[in-house]
Nanobody, 118 residues
């Protein structure tokens, strides 16, 4: 089992930047792909970005391509989400999860709130 803790959220003006962190409790964290997801009030949870265990492969939702960058430091059991050129529509709770058996996203963290003001 893996425990994930997100941090780095906050209130920022449109055009600003934030860096989110997802720290894992387990040393075998490097074997897992990790994804970032977000959920705005009244909306379903949406995929934002993912990164393979080695960090060699990344994927992004079209809405964040060119603005967000996912990366990881396995020595620190941490995955980052650098968010630049933030827009009000990026406002949501952002949470990370690991890909279990290449099938399902699981072991969700509690999430961190990102609010972008116009």
């Amino acid at each position: 089992q893996v425990q994930l803790v997100e941090s780095g959220g906050g209130l920022v003006q449109a055009g600003g930047s934030l860096r989110l962190s997802c720290v894992a409790s387990r040393r075998t964290f490097s074997t897992y792909a990790v994804g970032w997801f977000r959920q705005a009030p009244g909306n379903e949870r949406d995929f934002v970005a993912s990164i393979s265990g080695s960090g060699s492969t990344t994927r992004y939702a079209d809405s964040v391509k060119g603005r967000f960058t996912i990366s990881r430091d396995n020595a620190k059991n941490t995955v980052y989400l650098q968010m630049n050129s933030l827009k009000p529509e990026d406002t949501a709770i952002y949470a990370c999860a690991v890909l279990v058996n290449n099938i399902r996203w699981d072991y969700w963290g509690q999430g961190t709130q990102v609010t972008v003001s116009s």
